[in-house]
């Protein structure tokens, strides 16, 4: 199992001190991944529709607090101060950049990385940050988001390539230097929605969901399976292997100190060091090969101390 977490990219430890020192004592520590999250600008008023809120509020609206680091620059950023940690967009709202240019960046960043780069990918979810951008229409950003992954497939994978679709249209195009990973960065698709399963399916080399998602709870092992084999049983529905997917987990909930679970007992991935390892071992029993958690403190010192708690007391408990 790999672990990963989220880099600083807002509030009191989002400054270059603080996010280096972080992301060299993550690979110091063991951790395998950092994760950068994409917001570009967030308007002042946001419609209660956040998916990963029992609410539907957005946190960063209640709190009064919008900054947010671009997240590419910040990938690159790290890649620079970094050495082998593995680094993931997670995610980037695709719709929002042209695919040209992410294809441009991330092949960019990954060379400059020695080939670290992983690429999760999600459709969006904030109508008004489309709106501010002026970009494609907010409902058909499910559509954007298929063919601007298949732009920047082609662009990693042709020498020259041409693409003629319902949202982008070019031909006989060069995008030098292509990606050191080959045939190009996996790419991981977020979601936990039907739409995001066949996504998975159709474009992704792994499926990176949210266990927080209230229209799809995957906060026990039990529900994680179900949606695992929905996801499998698609790929079997198209002539994939479902053993060619990859799979990851997003776990917001993890926390040292053990938290009742809504239907009665212990909150998976929560408690003592042994009953986080035992949980984490269960997940793995089931293919997941990565676990992205949650260590995030406004305080320098409280988070890595989480980071070291969580590296020295579980990670020693879990087997090869």
Known sequence: MRFGFSAPFRGPL????????????AETYGYGMLSVADHIVVPATVAANYPYSETGEFAWTADGSTDCMEQFTLLAWLAAVTTDIRLLTSVVVVPHRNPLFMAKSI????????????????????????????IEDFDARGRVTDEYIAVMQALWQEPRASFHGEFIDFTDVAADPKPVQRPHPPIWIGGESMAAIRRTVALGDGWYPFGSNP????????TFVARRDRLFAEAD??????????????????????QDHRDGGRLLFTGSA????????AL????VATMMINV???????????MQSFSEQVMPLLAD
């Open 215 to 222: 229209k799809f709870r995957m906060d026990t092992i039990s």
């Open 296 to 306: 995030t403190a406004t305080d320098l010192d409280q988070m890595l101390e989480r």
């Open 237 to 258: 529905e198209v002539g994939r292997d479902p053993a060619s997917i990859e799979l990851a987990y997003n776990c917001a909930f993890h926390d040292e100190t053990a």
């Open 107 to 134: 092949a960019t960043t990954d060379q400059l990385s020695g080939g670290r780069v992983t690429v999760g990918c999600g459709a969006g979810w904030m109508r008004e940050e489309f709106e501010a951008l002026n």
């Open 14 to 25: 989002a400054n270059a001190r603080d996010i280096r020192t972080i992301a060299e004592a």
């Open 274 to 281: 042994e009953q986080r390892a035992e949980d984490i071992t």
């Open 284 to 287: 793995a029993e089931i293919g």
